[in-house]
């Protein structure tokens, strides 16, 4: 048998059958409707790399330090020449969850673990994936969508068949996975929904989570694809999801699990919605802000009937929707493309009613009820007092009886 070939310490580049890590578009080129992290934030990412103060491990391009700020956010703005300028750049706030998480899931990174970000639907879970793999790798693109069409050839490689007819098969020939890539080029490897994907499927990632290679047999001359130094794994999971297609123990033992959980604290909630609201906003060019009481009305709304219980200690129904703070920013971006275009332009509590509906009777009609249970037992009883809540109580009235 020959002998597998040991890879370079040179540039990736220079190593056979190796396609160039996809890099974040210009930002002359044409406008995107969804910007990569790397690409969206790239004078931060830039502004931490002039100030770095620390050593990164191995073809990591910040610190685990300055990867902890670029997601935290700091405090003060840094200085850094972007574009050929002194600037100061404020380094805002990725992650509104608890420090601990990510600072568990830089350290996994670090190491030889994979890792594994597991919560509920809407809990940031994608987004701090994005943001990991962007402020460490420099690229969030080597990411392929869990489903149960997943097969293993997308995890590692398949071939292009016009040209493996003709010239049979040959380096030049394969198709590379986004793993394959990351192995190859030392970046982060993004996994969405991991638990998605049946379980064979899944087991495509035990050699390269434990071994750090990728067998290729139908190239003798050279049938091992080994990681360079930066290479790893980030794979996510729906807790709703799991049982469904759970990992096998051997893959669990190569995963660190992080559970990221549903955000209860009002105030934290508030300021999520109101950043990521406000980013959206700006994205699709609607103009003005969502005033403050209209973001607690609509956070208070989806916390109580999330939790069960209101304010005052009555208990009320939960709809079978996870009403994540992910809904909530949908119901608020809703709200303001209405008013914009159907509306004042100014973003009320009768707006938000006018949209909630969608995000909480889904797939269960059954969930109307509850809603209806809400405006009838909590809304009408806070509209006596609050005028905020009587224009959200009797649009929502409205809505519900069309």
């Given amino acids: 048998m020959a002998k597998a070939k040991t890879p370079s310490a040179a540039d990736p580049s220079s190593a056979p059958n190796v396609a160039p890590v996809p890099a974040p578009a210009s930002p002359s ?3 995107l409707l969804r910007e990569p992290a790397e690409l969206k934030y790239r004078r931060e990412l830039e502004a931490l790399r002039q100030n770095e103060a620390d050593q990164a491990p191995a073809a990591w391009q910040l610190s685990p330090r300055s990867v902890l700020t670029y997601i935290t956010g700091a405090k003060k703005p840094l200085k850094a020449k972007i574009d050929g300028k002194e600037v100061e750049v404020a380094i805002t706030r990725k992650f509104f969850g608890d420090d601990s998480i990510v600072e568990r899931s830089i350290v996994t990174l670090a190491s030889e673990r994979a890792l594994l970000l597991v919560g509920d639907p809407g809990t940031g879970k994608s987004w701090l994936s994005e943001h990991l ?16 069409g997943t097969t293993e050839e997308q995890i590692k490689y398949s071939w292009n068949i016009a040209r493996i007819i003709a010239e049979g098969p040959k380096p030049e020939n394969m198709i590379q996975s986004p793993c394959m890539l990351a192995m190859r080029a030392g970046k982060i490897f993004r996994f969405e929904e991991i638990t998605r994907c049946v379980g064979d499927v899944q087991d495509a990632l035990v050699s390269i989570c434990s071994d750090k290679t990728i067998a290729v047999p139908e190239l003798p001359d050279d049938p091992m694809v080994f990681a360079r130094p930066g290479f790893n794994i980030i794979a996510t999971a729906n807790a709703r999801d799991q049982g ?18 549903v955000v209860s604290d009002q105030k934290t909630e508030v300021e999520i919605v109101r950043t990521r609201s406000a980013e959206l906003l700006e994205r699709y060019k609607i ?12 956070t208070t709304v989806f916390r109580e009937m999330r939790q069960g219980a209101t304010g005052e200690g009555l208990s009320v129904q939960k709809p079978t929707t996870t009403l994540s703070t992910a809904e909530a920013i949908g119901v608020a971006l809703d709200a303001a493309i209405h008013s914009r275009y159907f509306g004042t332009g100014t973003v009320g509590p009768e707006d938000i009613a006018r949209n909630l509906i969608g995000s909480i009777v889904k797939e269960d009609l059954a969930d109307l009820k509850v809603l209806k249970e809400y405006m009838s037992l909590v809304a009408k009883k806070r509209a006596a007092s609050d005028p905020a809540w009587k224009l959200f109580h009797d649009a929502a009235v409205k809505v519900l009886s069309a």
């Fill in 29 to 31: 080129e044409s406008e």
């Fill in 133 to 148: 793999a962007a402020a460490i790798s420099g690229t969030s693109l080597l990411t392929i969508q869990g489903t149960a």
């Fill in 244 to 261: 469904v297609n759970e990992l096998s123990a051997a893959l669990k033992r190569r995963f660190n699990y992080i559970h990221i959980p």
């Fill in 287 to 298: 103009p003005g802000r969502i005033e403050e009481p209209v973001l607690k009305l609509l």
